[in-house]
């Protein structure tokens, strides 16, 4: 079993920055192919960034290149998506996911093993 713990989530005007964190426990951090999604009300679950178990190789959604960053903080166990020019449409609960059978696990969603509860992130314009 693996426990994924979001936290950095808020409400801030269009422009600014977020920092999000998922914490991952029960299984070898290392190990763990790591991505994060997001959910707007009334839309499907979509891909933002993934990252591998070395974090050699990352892959971003076309709408959040260039702003966002996906790493990995060995020492906490976990992973970081940093939010930069933050606009009103990434507005949406973001979640961390992890796949414990593959090297990179990418844009695909089914190859997620585990799932975080969740953090708001509310963008204003």
């Known amino acids: 079993q693996v426990q994924l713990v979001e936290s950095g989530g808020g409400l801030v005007q269009a422009g600014a920055s977020l920092r999000l964190s998922c914490t991952a426990s029960?299984?070898?951090?290392?190990?763990?192919?790591m991505g994060w999604f997001r959910q707007a009300p009334g839309k499907e679950r979509e891909f933002v960034a993934a990252i591998s178990w070395s974090g050699l190789s990352s892959e971003y959604a076309d709408s959040v290149k260039g702003r966002f960053i996906i790493s990995r903080d060995k020492n906490q166990n976990a992973v970081v998506l940093q939010m930069n020019g933050l606009k009103p449409e990434d507005t949406a609960v973001y979640y961390c996911?992890?796949?414990?059978?593959?090297?990179?696990?990418?844009?695909?969603?089914?190859?997620?093993?585990?799932w975080g509860q969740g953090t708001q992130v509310t963008v204003s314009s």
């Open positions: 996911a992890a796949d414990t059978k593959r090297y990179y696990s990418g844009k695909d969603h089914k190859n997620y093993d585990y």
């Open positions: 029960g299984r070898t951090f290392s190990s763990l192919a």
